[in-house]
């Protein structure tokens, strides 16, 4: 279904400032902490003493203290200590490496020895005074490949978000799908087309005119295990689009990371980097709540087909062109399985 | 558990005329539409390009347009249409006989060659201005025979609707019950007795006494799959009982079209239709608030009832006399679930 | 899991004043009402006619009435009447000796013939002028063990209810486990040490200074099948501890009567019955509020680490020192289940 030995998000960096966090990733119940020096930790989820959920607990000194007997844990799943008791032949409960990095942390749910920090994708647009970025968090009951499907087809805006970012130009617009190696890049060029409401309000933030033609692109790319990047802009018609000089285009990256959470539910991290007005803060939480408000759109349509798909687990699906970016995703992931599985 | 070559009511007809409605019947999710000039349509609530469900989408000049990929589906479960696409190869998902009568959309599930709309049972209340109809639906945990059986034996009124139509002398007076073919009829007549407050109500809101001694009768009439239409009315006692003339009289009929939807839950479509004041639209509002109010008594017991019966499914029931017309009722819906079979 | 030739606790007295009430208990469901006399009943909460539960009935005349129609149950489950039928024949629901005392209502869930009231254990402080009593019901999903693991070790205090009764005092004193037959008690006597805010409380209540040194002390006694009494007090230090004279300490005793619901599930009665100001209900009141409390903050943490040990059914768990109680618990329950097994 995923695969193990790469990393996937597992919250925002803030969702661990306070108390540590429980959160199951690809089946597996782990908490999430700041140990030493805030430096960020994951082990199982469960007490090697009684079984009882370690994110219960708290963090003192930079261990982890379970809430029930106040039995201590290292950030490596040993016991350091329990009142009153010996604890060095307690059974150690499993580690995962974890990286913070982007505002996120990172966790490798799969084979320790393996986990290279070198592997963590690059983000251009962090701590990089040029972009700002706003993003949320939402808990999708569907096989996170669906979202990938959704996500490298961009089609579907015209009909799920109709009064944002979809117009009729995109459906009317091959796109075109290739892929390098793991990657999976599909993209879409558009015209001399009118900008959708997004958009205007982007060109607006930027004080450019709103009501003019534009060319309008979207590159979704999708790396394995699950992040899907969307370069996506308009640039005032006639002035080169995608290659257009900065000053007559508006342009962002959505952001996707797309965590399994179960066989059929995900984490899905979403967000955009805009290269545009970088400093203003209101632009930021505008832009954050109205692509949140778009995103969730998604959500009732990604739940249901699951529920479908689930009713139906051996009925074909078409694979048609628009498909394309999500089919050849899957076959980079069903490659990715497969060599894990091999070398183990 | 259910006939399937047989008409059932899907929903009320103006449950669809905003947006389509998805509904499982007979354990088959469906979407039912409204397509040329208004006409009624059912098909599979799953679109053949990536199984979302139709019902999430809507209908644009008679077709029913997925809300995901845009793709349009034709009332006979083909593809018509679908942007920058050939359509031709896509497979047919199935489509369902639907009838609009009765102010209900009517469905028949099973094999689509043998529907023929003549075999919806008459209405001769239906746009009729000597009668005026009131109804609600409820959904339902249970087994829609649950149901069946609590219609055929109105023996429980004493104890679930005391306060309403319950009395005493339902439970003293013997009920008699006939099959005649797939008809099941249970009846009950009582003479010279006080009337219930439902009853009272009635007789006064027609402008006759409701402090004298009454007739009253019940005649649960079942036909398959699970029709139960229930002639109910008093009398002023001593001009006839039942074959009273209309102007000693108060009369009506309760109306139940009972549509598995799981083997274990059903929609039940509850109604009532009277040949009294007829254009008193008060008053219909008013039965069929308190006739909403007296069924919804019955669905925790039939709920629990159904708990019960799950938790214990080889426990043997009693049948007795009052059980006849459910026990009657289910003998034809076997009968008829037996001649399907060995007609496929 | 559990025995079932024993006596449970099923109800408070009270929950069946009114009406009947449905409760499971050792995976039965039961109805337990009075009947003749007010005298406490339980049969299986199905009414042998058509499967409804009878506890959505009425009691009339010290009979149970089924809610549906009107079946009359009497108490050793053999149908009474019905209106309109013989009843001679119908079969007989399972009855279930019961018994009320203490306040409580018991219920044997076993073999019927080897119930002895005499079994039940004795509350010295039930209608007793010297004694003062309060407490709830909290409904867990979690296996009852853990509520007896949680009860015999009361090292938890210094980390679930740190701002109640726990105190580091308690991890660094050891306790001590002794078995006598079929009883476990696990004791911990603390010195010299300040008093945490509850017994301060008491303290105060009683009219003692609160500021001083006291010797404080936990005896848990547990009997079969699920019952854990726990002495619990305080008396200024230097005055012979548990040993006191009676005007230097304030005292109670914890009282838990844990009832298996399912395998997964329990009701937990518990309370206190305190031997001070016996006569100040606004202190019962004040007191049962707090327990009700400290004893809520256990809750999350048992169903978390039932949902933990359902994920890791072969999970081995430590049993340290602390857990001895609950261990040895355990053990007598696991006797008394295979002695149960062997006799029958």
């Not at 096989?143 to 799920?160: A, S």
Request: a negative charge; hydrophobic letters at 35%.
């Amino acid at each position: 279904m995923f695969p193990v030995n790469t990393w996937y998000v597992a919250c925002s960096a803030d969702e661990i400032d306070e108390k540590p966090l429980g959160r199951t990733i690809c089946n597996q119940a782990i908490v999430f902490y700041r140990a030493h020096e805030g430096k960020v930790a994951a082990v199982e989820d469960f007490c090697p003493h009684r079984g009882a959920p370690l994110s219960l607990g708290y963090v003192c000194e930079g261990k982890l203290v379970c809430g029930y007997h106040g039995l201590e844990m290292g950030c490596d799943g040993k016991t350091v200590a329990m009142p009153g008791q010996r604890v060095g032949g307690f059974p150690a409960i499993r580690s995962f490496p974890v990286e913070e990095r982007y505002g996120f942390v990172w966790v490798w749910p799969g084979e320790k020895d393996k986990a290279d920090p070198a592997l963590i994708p690059h983000m251009e647009w962090h701590d990089n005074p040029e972009w700002a970025y706003g993003g949320g968090l939402y808990h999708v009951k569907a096989d996170y490949r669906l979202m990938i499907d959704n996500l490298m087809d961009l089609t579907h805006e015209t009909y799920v978000h109709a009064t944002s970012i979809g117009q009729p130009e995109i459906d009317e617009t091959p796109c075109k799908t290739t892929v390098n190696g793991d990657e999976v890049v599909t993209s879409r060029f558009m015209s001399d087309i009118p900008a959708p409401p997004f958009w205007k309000a982007a060109l607006r933030a930027k004080g450019l005119a709103d009501d003019v033609p534009v060319d309008r692109w979207q590159i979704c790319r999708f790396t394995p295990p699950s992040h899907v990047i969307i370069e996506v802009g308009v640039a005032h018609a006639g002035h080169g689009g995608y290659d257009a000089p900065a000053e007559h285009k508006v342009y962002s990256q959505v952001i996707d990371f797309i965590t399994p959470e179960t066989n059929t539910s995900m984490h899905y991290f979403w967000g955009m980097a805009r290269k545009f007005n970088p400093g203003d803060k209101a632009l930021t939480a505008q832009i954050r709540e109205g692509q949140g408000k778009i995103f969730s759109e998604d959500l009732e349509m990604l739940e249901r087909q699951q529920k479908n798909l689930s009713a139906f687990p051996d009925r074909a699906l078409l694979k048609l062109n628009i498909d394309t970016g999500g089919v050849q995703s899957r076959k980079v992931i069903e490659r990715v399985i497969a060599a894990e599985r091999g070398a183990s």
